[in-house]
């Protein structure tokens, strides 16, 4: 549930900048740089959750902990070169060749069927290969090309499908259940929200944009999703629990928008700039020619 808590959604983050047309600002390139980092650290704590709930031996714990962390390593040391190697010979104007394509999915199947072998999770190994493709040219935006559309229009709404059918909100019954959640939504808020914004004033970041950020950092979404049924697949949450945290989910990634559009808009900083005519100028100032 800590991780569940702490993670803030990249993709979803993405999109709600980008309709607030705050992408490319100061604010939105240090919500989606911070982000980033924590949906880094959200994916290692996972890979520990999952391991240390995965057996009761603390010696398994460890070998499995020790074999991700091999994993990682083999993934810095050869796979990255050896999609680079892929990325220097697709260069800018040249169409990428198709066993590239075929080469680098291959890749992540296998890193998949690896890293699920060792007792985390097959997405933890198709993580660690997104993040060792090089970013540099044309390779990894035609590789998102060749399979947004797929994964974005098949296989995204199926896996929302699925967790919907897991989610059963009848189980949030009587007075406690809605205490709790309520508590849970409270919680996961103020740790997030208040959290962002006390470091943000640490930086010297103004209140406003602090607050702002703080709100943005607390969105949720398909990431998730993901560590809500890695946990109720690992029996690690039950039925009510697994509903209370999607729906707290949804209330905090719903208020997002709203929230932000009514606490911070930069537009009205150009205010001042409105009214600079020629016949609005002071008419009292002095000429020194």
Same mark, same amino acid.
């Given at each position: 549930?800590?991780?569940? /808590? ?12 980008? %309709? ?71 260069? @800018?104007? $040249?169409?990428?060749? $198709? ?8 890749? &992540? ?22 993040? &060792?493709?090089? *970013? @540099? ?5 035609? /590789?998102?090309?060749?399979? $947004? ?54 930086? *010297? ?18 990431? $998730? ?6 946990? *109720? ?6 039925? %009510? ?8 989910? /949804? ?25 600079? *005519?020629? %016949? ?10």
């Amino acid at each position: 549930m800590g991780v569940a /808590l702490s993670i803030t959604a990249l993709p979803v983050l993405a999109r709600i900048l980008a %309709e607030l047309k705050l992408l490319t600002t100061d604010i939105g390139r240090m919500a989606m740089s911070a982000a980033a980092v924590n949906d880094v650290a959200a994916w290692i704590l996972l890979a520990l959750a999952i391991a240390l709930s995965g057996s009761g031996s603390p010696l398994v714990s460890f070998l499995i902990l020790l074999s991700g962390g091999g994993f990682v390593v083999f993934a810095a040391l050869f796979l990255r070169p050896m999609l680079a190697w892929m990325a220097s010979n697709s260069p @800018e104007g $040249e169409p990428v060749k $198709e066993v590239y394509i075929c080469a680098t999915l291959s890749i &992540v199947l296998a890193a998949g069927f690896v890293t699920d072998t060792i007792g985390i999770h097959a997405l933890f190994g198709a993580f660690v290969v997104g993040i &060792v493709v090089p *970013k @540099e040219g044309p390779f990894a935006r035609v /590789l998102i090309e060749k399979v $947004e559309d797929l994964i974005s229009g098949l296989f995204l709404p199926l896996y929302f499908v699925s967790s919907g059918l897991k989610t059963n909100v009848a189980t949030i019954s009587g007075g406690i259940s809605w205490a709790l959640l309520a508590l849970v939504i409270f919680n996961a808020c103020l740790g997030k929200i208040g959290g962002t914004i006390i470091a943000s004033l640490t930086m *010297k970041v103004p209140f406003r944009e602090a607050v702002t950020l703080g709100f943005l950092m607390n969105t949720k979404g398909i990431v $998730e999703l993901i560590v809500l049924n890695v946990g *109720k697949d690992r029996k690690g949450l039950n039925d %009510e629990t697994f509903a209370i945290m999607v729906l707290m989910a /949804l209330f905090t990634t719903f208020n997002t928008t709203p929230i932000v559009m009514g606490i911070y808009k930069p537009a009205r900083q150009a205010a001042p700039y409105k009214h600079r *005519k020629i %016949e609005r100028g002071d008419t009292d100032s002095r000429c020194f020619n």
